[in-house]
């Protein structure tokens, strides 16, 4: 301000003097003004690039909850897959178990009815030969009567013959 004070002439009216030097502090507090608002637009544009950043950061964390979830969740799927082969292996174990034991079952029977069989088989051969054995026996009899018969003829014939 003195700067240009000291270019106004000495002899310039005081008035003159005293409006330049209005207009000066005027112009001086407009720049101040411009500077201020300039820099509250600076602070304004740092707290808005803060509350970005804070907003970027947030869904950044969110991202990674999310991601986190996610993960939680395929764990969980892939757990519940284990779970269910599992279930699924048991079943088929089960399964096969009971498959094996209606085999043998099935195995048992066929033998008790081979056995069955065999049995009858032994119990058929055996009435054949009491069958056979009785026509033996009768044969034998028949026989022995038809001897005995001829003896008791040949003794009568004898005797009737003295």
Request: proline share 1%; net charge positive.
């Amino acid at each position: 301000m003195t700067d240009i004070m000291s270019m106004i002439p000495a002899d310039a009216d005081p008035a003159v003097k005293e409006a330049i030097k209005r207009r000066i502090v005027r112009n001086a507090i407009k720049r101040k003004a411009v500077k201020n608002a300039i820099k509250r637009k600076a602070v304004k544009k740092a707290i808005a690039k803060k509350a970005i950043k804070r907003r970027v950061v947030k869904k950044a964390v969110k991202r990674r909850v999310v991601k986190k979830a996610v993960k939680r969740k395929v764990a969980k799927k892939a757990i519940k897959r284990r779970v269910v082969k599992k279930a699924v292996k048991r079943r088929v174990a089960k399964k096969a178990i009971k498959r094996r034991v209606v085999k043998k079952a099935v195995k048992r029977r066929v033998v008790k009815k081979a056995v069955k069989r065999k049995v009858a088989k032994k119990a058929i051969k055996r009435r054949v030969v009491k069958k056979a054995v009785k026509r033996k026996v009768a044969k034998k009899a028949v026989k022995r009567r038809a001897v005995k018969k001829a003896v008791r003829r040949k003794v009568a014939k004898r005797a009737a013959k003295r």
